[in-house]
């Protein structure tokens, strides 16, 4: 039955139909433990599919629907990246005009960066700041606003030279959609309504999941939970909002896509941005290192991979790839594009299995380019299945290596104080009920009791076990015997990198001194 169904995807899509699709997709809900998905795909300017699968949440019947908003995370980079081009097309703003000329406050740690960084530099992600830079400031959710994360910026340390090299960020889109207020005079939640959902007919979505009403159709967020799948609440998403607040639906995100591959032409004369823009923004900026996928994903390794500005950019068969993926707790997505084949692929999610939205989406793919049948569910499960145990073997690892006998050099009392990092602010250590716990000052979720790991690390288990972020904390002494720095970083490989705990630098602060 699994032949005969892969088979089918050689066939025309009017014979193919919606039946070989559907199986893939409730494999993949089955597989992955997935409760909803919605998928569009789009082929030479028609929507041929929009539908949802499953459900919104588990333990209720509503179901998911091609109407149903799921929040899109990352992929709304590409929108605001689009917003300033359309800044460009009106005359307001070039790509190359410098960041500090254009938005008062702005400053890298580095003097050099600070006056060279460009527009474009903000959206391909080759600023030298590291891996998900910043990201403790907005996940989990914090209480600092985006004008607090653009005067932080400065003090988070380079990790690399200037445009030498790739590293996922999210922090400059934050400073993008100030750029965006400051230049067009508008809010980027008033840009995304006016500019993008109105034109479009993108008439559910929304700018972020503090704009959902009570009856908005609107699938949950749901991830494992000590080994049981939980549903979660929406990000809030107070701050950071450019890099990855919109909802939106497999209808409404079809028509974008629409827009994407007609470079911007909306038809009836009508145009988001001018297709010179829409060339710029696929356009390779930073290379990506290319890793290679052996074994069952050995057919999807690229021979290039590049970020443009908002979207990246490989080979995939011999033919451009375009597109971006999303992450939330809670929630997956990727938007596909092969612009020579007119083709788009959106894949939505409500469960954090970046397996399910790629064994779509390569099904999908190579039925549109006759590839030859594979069973992509069954090669995703693979390598997720290695990929777990992997984490897993590294977590037991750490664990033998640790002296259970020893004990912390001081009394628990003097590891207690306020500790400050240069970029996040405070964090708090207290002795309650006779145990150490730490309290982030911004990040409410990030309140723990502290667990003795060996010698002066203890171990941070947040309590809500979803987060998959527990964190070993180190604390440093002087030769005095007192704390002098405090370190951290993730327990498991599997944490996400925006939980960027390695990063911290806590020191002591002085009796007295205002919070920061």
């Given at each position: 039955?699994?032949?005969?169904?892969?088979?089918?995807?050689?066939?025309?899509?009017?014979?193919?139909?919606?039946?070989?699709?559907?199986?893939?997709?409730?494999?993949?809900?089955?597989?992955?433990?997935?409760?909803?998905?919605?998928?569009?795909?789009?082929?030479?300017?028609?929507?041929?599919?929009?539908?949802?699968?499953?459900?919104?949440?588990?333990?209720?019947?509503?179901?998911?629907?091609?109407?149903?908003?799921?929040?899109?995370?990352?992929?709304?980079?590409?929108?605001?990246?689009?917003?300033?081009?359309?800044?460009?097309?009106?005359?307001?703003?070039?790509?190359?005009?410098?960041?500090?000329?254009?938005?008062?406050?702005?400053?890298?740690?580095?003097?050099?960066?600070?006056?060279?960084?460009?527009?474009?530099?903000?959206?391909?992600?080759?600023?030298?700041?590291?891996?998900?830079?910043?990201?403790?400031?907005?996940?989990?959710?914090?209480?600092?606003?985006?004008?607090?994360?653009?005067?932080?910026?400065?003090?988070?340390?380079?990790?690399?030279?200037?445009?030498?090299?790739?590293?996922?960020?999210?922090?400059?889109?934050?400073?993008?959609?100030?750029?965006?207020?400051?230049?067009?005079?508008?809010?980027?939640?008033?840009?995304?309504?006016?500019?993008?959902?109105?034109?479009?007919?993108?008439?559910?979505?929304?700018?972020?999941?503090?704009?959902?009403?009570?009856?908005?159709?609107?699938?949950?967020?749901?991830?494992?939970?000590?080994?049981?799948?939980?549903?979660?609440?929406?990000?809030?998403?107070?701050?950071?909002?450019?890099?990855?607040?919109?909802?939106?639906?497999?209808?409404?995100?079809?028509?974008?896509?629409?827009?994407?591959?007609?470079?911007?032409?909306?038809?009836?004369?009508?145009?988001?941005?001018?297709?010179?823009?829409?060339?710029?923004?696929?356009?390779?900026?930073?290379?990506?290192?290319?890793?290679?996928?052996?074994?069952?994903l050995k057919e999807a390794t690229p021979t290039m991979a590049a970020y443009a500005m908002g979207l990246g950019v490989r080979d995939?068969?011999?033919?451009?790839?375009?597109?971006?993926?999303?992450?939330?707790?809670?929630?997956?997505?990727?938007?596909?594009?092969?612009?020579?084949?007119?083709?788009?692929?959106?894949?939505?999610?409500?469960?954090?299995?970046?397996?399910?939205?790629?064994?779509?989406?390569?099904?999908?793919?190579?039925?549109?380019?006759?590839?030859?049948?594979?069973?992509?569910?069954?090669?995703?499960?693979?390598?997720?299945?290695?990929?777990?145990?992997?984490?897993?073997?590294?977590?037991?690892?750490?664990?033998?290596?640790?002296?259970?006998?020893?004990?912390?050099?001081?009394?628990?009392?003097?590891?207690?104080?306020?500790?400050?990092?240069?970029?996040?602010?405070?964090?708090?250590?207290?002795?309650?009920?006779?145990?150490?716990?730490?309290?982030?000052?911004?990040?409410?979720?990030?309140?723990?009791?502290?667990?003795?790991?060996?010698?002066?690390?203890?171990?941070?288990?947040?309590?809500?076990?979803?987060?998959?972020?527990?964190?070993?904390?180190?604390?440093?002494?002087d030769p005095a015997g007192k704390v002098r720095e405090i370190r951290m970083q993730p327990v498991s490989p599997s944490t996400d990198?925006?939980?960027?705990?390695?990063?911290?630098?806590?020191?002591?602060?002085?009796?007295?001194?205002?919070?920061?």
């Amino acid at each position: 039955m699994r032949f005969r169904a892969l088979c089918l995807l050689l066939l025309p899509m009017v014979v193919w139909g919606q039946a070989a699709l559907d199986q893939v997709v409730e494999r993949c809900r089955k597989e992955f433990q997935v409760p909803g998905i919605a998928v569009a795909v789009v082929k030479d300017g028609k929507v041929v599919v929009a539908k949802g699968y499953g459900l919104r949440k588990i333990g209720d019947p509503a179901p998911v629907t091609p109407r149903t908003l799921f929040p899109i995370a990352s992929n709304t980079k590409v929108f605001t990246a689009a917003a300033l081009a359309m800044l460009v097309d009106e005359g307001k703003l070039d790509w190359d005009d410098r960041v500090v000329d254009r938005l008062p406050g702005f400053q890298m740690s580095d003097p050099y960066v600070t006056r060279e960084m460009r527009v474009r530099d903000l959206l391909c992600h080759r600023s030298g700041l590291g891996l998900g830079a910043g990201d403790l400031m907005f996940w989990p959710a914090s209480d600092l606003t985006d004008e607090d994360i653009l005067h932080r910026l400065r003090f988070i340390p380079l990790a690399t030279s200037f445009r030498s090299t790739y590293a996922y960020d999210n922090i400059l889109y934050s400073v993008a959609g100030l750029l965006l207020k400051q230049v067009g005079g508008k809010p980027w939640e008033e840009v995304m309504r006016v500019r993008f959902f109105g034109p479009l007919g993108m008439a559910d979505s929304l700018p972020g999941s503090r704009f959902l009403k009570a009856d908005t159709d609107v699938a949950t967020p749901h991830a494992p939970a000590e080994g049981k799948l939980v549903a979660l609440p929406q990000d809030p998403f107070n701050n950071n909002a450019p890099a990855g607040a919109i909802l939106s639906s497999a209808e409404d995100l079809s028509k974008w896509v629409r827009a994407l591959l007609a470079q911007g032409d909306l038809g009836q004369g009508r145009r988001l941005y001018s297709a010179a823009q829409a060339r710029l923004l696929e356009t390779p900026l930073t290379l990506l290192p290319l890793r290679p996928r052996e074994g069952p994903l050995k057919e999807a390794t690229p021979t290039m991979a590049a970020y443009a500005m908002g979207l990246g950019v490989r080979d995939y068969r011999g033919t451009r790839l375009v597109g971006h993926t999303g992450g939330l707790a809670g929630m997956v997505s990727r938007v596909t594009l092969l612009p020579e084949h007119k083709l788009g692929v959106v894949v939505l999610t409500n469960a954090e299995v970046t397996e399910a939205f790629d064994a779509i989406t390569h099904t999908v793919l190579d039925h549109y380019l006759n590839a030859p049948p594979k069973d992509w569910v069954a090669a995703h499960a693979e390598v997720k299945a290695a990929r777990e145990a992997r984490a897993k073997a590294a977590v037991a690892k750490a664990s033998a290596g640790r002296d259970a006998a020893s004990r912390p050099s001081l009394p628990l009392a003097a590891y207690a104080g306020r500790y400050r990092d240069p970029w996040y602010g405070d964090v708090h250590f207290e002795v309650k009920e006779g145990r150490l716990r730490i309290r982030f000052s911004h990040t409410p979720a990030l309140n723990a009791v502290l667990e003795h790991w060996q010698q002066d690390t203890f171990v941070a288990r947040w309590p809500d076990r979803s987060m998959d972020a527990d964190a070993f904390v180190t604390f440093a002494l002087d030769p005095a015997g007192k704390v002098r720095e405090i370190r951290m970083q993730p327990v498991s490989p599997s944490t996400d990198f925006s939980y960027d705990f390695q990063d911290l630098r806590l020191k002591p602060v002085a009796e007295g001194a205002p919070p920061f």
